[in-house]
């Protein structure tokens, strides 16, 4: 490599540009301390790449810049440019384009410095690895400063071997040695820190993947629940317009009631003021005995309309009753159906248990089934409420004959006082009147009045007896009603379980293994007390808690004699099969005994869920799991 010119700009004592020709042969430099030879050697390592500001003879790599004097203000650049003879083409191949390189360096005060090589920007590496696959640089042996000499006498082995390495020309290999040696070790920390990566990717996808569970359990969930809110407000709204229409019927009643009532106490009020008139003629003297008489045919006129009313009033009673014995009839026919409904449930339900008896794995029909139940249930549910709304109306009647009864006794009161004072005034007059000619008359008008009075006695006292039956009639159909809302409940909570134990697990993202297991009649209970919460987890191998599929080297030791292994009684689960053959079938006095020639990992189970394992933990036959439910 043959230098050719060496620019210098800025740089130290070099303010001004400054250019150094290198001719061939011996080029020197003459001048007195202090003149700047030793900056034009530190301006040539400087450009081929040094990075140490203490070879520079400086604190900062800022003090190369001119820093100013007396007479000239300081710089805020320095430029060194170094020219190459390339013309025999040994430069690396993307600089082999021309035939002379020129290298610049060029730094800014608290910028930094930036490399060119024929005006194209480049990196620091770069012109390190040109000088030194030049076998130059800036602490080459070749620049030779002051002290270099006893510095290579005494220089250590590692140090003479950089200086053969030098003279061989291989330093450019031991850089880029050094360079790949970083990038491999920048690697390997980039791996590291993706094996960290990958692990928590990991975590967040078994996270995710039991939050699509749970969400798919939410969107099952939120289904379910938003079906039965809208069949609630259906219902809710048809009970509504039940409910209005009855209310409209009962209004209409209660303002023809309200009429015929404001009627009533017109025609009282009539006949009041009407008495009122007749009585102070009476009391005047004899001579107006005929207006006494008046007033009495007025007040028997009275007593004709009071038992009519009475009458109409008891016919209205006996309609209600009539009425009320129908609605008792029609709940009599709704119980009878209710109890038909349950009865045909409880064959519904023998018919599911002889059904799961007799077939396994028959899952769907039991959901079917249990579907079925369910609608009945409402249907009954149904009936019960329509039951109770008309417990509810016989209730009211009975109530509203009461109050009629009640009205009815103290009407009847009133005419026995009005007749009390009748009789009076009629002994009176005919204290006054001793020979009237009409006195027989109104006796018997009087004994007339007596007869209805008793008549309207009669009436309310059978009204009295209809209400007191009514009323028994009302206690034993609310017993009915009890009888049947309990059997609902029952009902209901069976429906609940049944639902609970019959749920499809088809919808989540893991089915456990239980669902496809089949069993055996008879020993279900076995299988679960001898799994327990296991048979819950899934056989698929990306699930976080699974069961594999081992195939195993060596045969598994035998169980004791007298057990028979699990495994024959269940089929539909090859990654259980380990386990299963492990577990003998025993029973409960056999197990006591056999226990103690269990080995390892073995167990003994009995058919009504007693469990003895190997370590001696023992279990009572008396708490079937619910998976056990679930397979039988």
């Not at 003149?35 to 530190?42: A, F, I, M, T």
């Amino acid at each position: 490599m043959r230098f050719t010119r060496l620019r210098l700009s800025g740089f130290k004592s070099f303010v001004e540009p400054a250019e150094l020709r290198i001719e061939p042969g011996l080029t020197g430099i003459v001048g007195p301390n202090g003149c700047g030879k030793s900056n034009l050697v530190e301006a040539l390592g400087w450009v081929m790449g040094e990075g140490s500001a203490r070879q520079m003879r400086a604190s900062g790599m800022d003090d190369v810049i001119f820093a100013g004097s007396a007479g000239r203000p300081s710089r805020n650049m320095a430029e060194v440019g170094l020219f190459i003879d390339n013309t025999s083409r040994t430069a690396p191949a993307h600089l082999n384009n021309a035939d002379q390189l020129e290298i610049t360096r060029r730094i800014e005060r608290e910028a930094g410095s930036i490399y060119r090589i024929n005006g194209r920007d480049v990196l620091a590496r770069d012109v390190s690895l040109l000088f030194a696959d030049a076998a130059s640089g800036p602490r080459s042996t070749a620049i030779v400063r002051q002290g270099r000499i006893g510095a290579l006498i005494n220089a250590k082995p590692k140090e003479r071997r950089a200086i053969l390495e030098e003279a061989a020309g291989i330093s450019g290999l031991h850089s880029r040695r050094h360079e790949a040696e970083l990038r491999l070790r920048a690697a390997e920390t980039n791996l590291t820190r993706l094996d960290d990566i990958m692990a928590q990717l990991e975590t967040q996808i078994a996270a995710l993947k039991r939050q699509a569970r749970q969400a798919q359990r939410y969107r099952n969930l939120s289904e379910t629940i938003r079906h039965g809110e809208a069949l609630l407000f259906h219902l809710r709204w048809q009970e509504t317009v039940s409910a209005i229409a009855r209310a409209a019927g009962l209004l209409e009643q209660a303002e023809t009631r309200v009429a015929d009532a404001a009627r009533d106490a017109a025609a009282a009020s009539t006949a009041q003021l009407q008495a009122a008139e007749a009585v102070p003629p009476l009391r005047q003297s004899e001579a107006e005995a005929a207006a006494a008489l008046h007033r009495l045919s007025v007040a028997r006129d009275g007593l004709e309309a009071e038992a009519a009313r009475i009458a109409l009033q008891t016919a209205r009673s006996e309609n209600a009753l009539a009425q009320l014995q129908l609605d008792q009839a029609r709940e009599t026919a709704q119980e009878r159906d209710a109890q038909n409904a349950l009865q045909q449930l409880a064959a519904e339900r023998s018919a599911l248990e002889q059904a799961q008896t007799d077939q396994h794995g028959r899952g769907d029909a039991l959901r079917d089934d249990a579907a079925l139940a369910a609608a009945v249930l409402k249907t009954s549910e149904t009936a019960l409420d329509t039951a109770v709304r008309h417990l509810a109306d016989l209730t009211a009647r009975r109530e509203s004959l009461s109050r009629e009864a009640s009205q009815t006794r103290t009407r009847f009161e009133r005419l026995t006082q009005q007749l009390a004072a009748v009789a009076s005034e009629r002994t009176a007059l005919q204290a006054q009147l001793p020979a009237a000619p009409r006195i027989a008359e109104i006796e018997q008008v009087a004994i007339t009045a007596r007869a209805e009075v008793t008549a309207a006695r009669e009436t309310v006292t059978i009204a009295e007896a209809r209400r007191e039956a009514t009323q028994k009639t009302e206690a034993a159909e609310r017993e009915i009603f009890q009888s049947a809302r309990t059997a609902a409940d029952k009902l209901a909570a069976e429906e609940q379980a049944l639902s609970r134990l019959l749920t499809d697990r088809g919808s989540d993202l893991w089915p456990p293994l239980v669902d496809a297991l089949r069993v055996t009649p008879g020993y279900e209970t076995a299988l679960g007390a001898a799994l327990g919460d296991d048979l819950d987890y899934p056989s698929d191998d990306s699930a976080p808690v699974h069961w594999a599929l081992l195939a195993g080297d060596g045969p598994l030791p035998a169980l004791p004699a007298g057990a028979q292994a699990l495994d024959r009684y269940v089929t539909g689960a090859p990654a259980r099969a380990r386990r299963l053959s492990q577990i003998g079938v025993v029973t409960a006095a056999d197990g006591i005994f056999l226990r103690a020639q269990l080995k390892p990992g073995q167990r003994l189970v009995s058919r009504e869920g007693a469990l003895w394992r190997w370590d001696g933990f023992t279990a009572a036959a008396d708490a079937p799991s619910a998976a056990a439910k679930r397979l039988e």
